[in-house]
């Protein structure tokens, strides 16, 4: 079966826009800079020049990958789209900046738009104060899974085996760590773990702009450690897009 055409734009750190069929997805939205979080990317899109979305996915509730305040002045009808959160305190936020379709998706649900493009929520983990989702994105024989904060990896590999491979996984790989000891994110490693237990044979890195932080922050990893994990997996592509640029996947097909 013919895969359906889409591309990923790399906006920055987790922050991608995916286009498939008629629908336009974003992902953990960072446009504005804030130095204390340490994210050496700028925003390679700006808010006004992004197309109609269908949806907006929030993986949890921290500046780097929910920043409503970015999208405020988002140009086009915002009842028109609809978010998908893991955390409640996301729901207020995204009304506060004039969005009024919001939904916490609970693991394991999943959610119609339009007559076709499927959103589902997949086991993130439970991280000090914080739940995180990931999410596949599914038009006809099409899966796209994103995973903005990712780490744990059994819960990818129960998904494959209840719903079958995805295409592609969008995942972190710079490994970090909060002082040292606890870990937020998976590894570059990992990521490339995570991808083989998905069954896709693609992974399309984010989360790598994050500049160490002394006694705080620590970055173990990144995307050029996944480019040489995958080298020992002949059939793992990485892919690492510099910001603004676009990928596309019109050459796949099943």
Request: aromatic share 8%; proline share 4%; charged share 20%.
């Amino acid at each position: 079966m013919t895969k359906t055409p889409f591309t990923i734009t790399r906006i920055n750190n987790a922050c991608v826009l995916i286009s498939i069929g008629e629908h336009h997805i974003l992902t953990d939205p960072y446009f504005l800079d804030v130095s204390f979080i340490g994210i050496t990317e700028l925003a390679a899109i700006e808010v006004k020049d992004l197309p109609p979305l269908t949806a907006i996915l929030g993986c949890h509730d921290v500046t780097d990958h929910w920043q409503m305040e970015g999208l405020v002045d988002y140009p086009h009808d915002k009842d028109d789209v609809t978010l998908f959160v893991a955390m409640d305190s996301q729901v207020i936020t995204a009304k506060e900046a004039g969005f009024s379709q919001v939904e916490v998706l609970e693991w394991g649900e999943k959610r119609t738009l339009g007559a076709n493009l499927i959103i589902e929520s997949v086991e993130g983990q439970n991280m000090l104060k914080w739940t995180v989702n990931n999410y596949v994105i599914r038009l006809g024989a099409t899966a796209i899974f994103f995973g903005g904060e990712a780490r744990d990896l059994s819960p990818l590999a129960e998904y494959y085996k209840n719903n079958g491979s995805v295409d592609i996984a969008i995942l972190p790989v710079n490994g970090v760590h909060l002082m040292s000891y606890y870990q937020l994110v998976m590894t570059a490693k990992e990521a490339v773990e995570a991808t083989k237990l998905l069954g896709a044979k693609q992974l399309f890195t984010i989360h790598d702009a994050h500049r160490p932080i002394p006694f705080f922050i620590n970055i173990n990893s990144s995307g050029e450690d996944a480019e040489i994990a995958a080298s020992k997996e002949t059939n793992i592509e990485v892919i690492r897009m510099p910001t603004g640029q676009v990928w596309s996947n019109s050459s796949l097909s099943a």
